[in-house]
């Protein structure tokens, strides 16, 4: 299973080069939202994916799960959503301003 993530995970990361290499500002930030989201499932893989009990102290089992990162991965998804709400927001008002959102046009002519 773990493998099947990991893999899954390594095609998040390609479809999100992808995107951030485009010449459009919703795709580049759709692009890091996927690629969030891998990292997110890599860090969950790395954390470990086993069956156990809550880590209770004087619980009798002795194969706890380890919490530290699901709460930082969390902590992450909540931190990665805000960032992707306000790119957005600077996106739709950058498209209002400019009726463009090529980032060649938005760059500007380099001879003037």
Not at 80 to 100: H, I, K, M, W
Request: aromatic share 4%.
């Amino acid at each position: 299973m773990e493998t099947l993530i990991t893999i899954l995970a390594g095609i998040l990361v390609t479809a999100a080069t992808y995107l951030i290499l485009s010449k459009s500002l919703i795709r580049v930030i759709l692009g890091t939202a996927i690629l969030s989201h891998a990292a997110h499932l890599l860090i969950i893989t790395m954390g470990g994916l086993k069956n156990g009990s809550v880590p209770i102290i004087g619980e009798g089992d002795a194969n706890p799960v380890d919490a530290l990162p699901q709460a930082l991965i969390l902590t992450s998804i909540v931190i990665s959503f805000a960032v992707t709400a306000v790119s957005l927001v600077l996106a739709y008002r950058t498209y209002q301003e400019t009726g463009t959102d090529k980032l060649d046009q938005l760059r500007g002519d380099r001879n003037e």
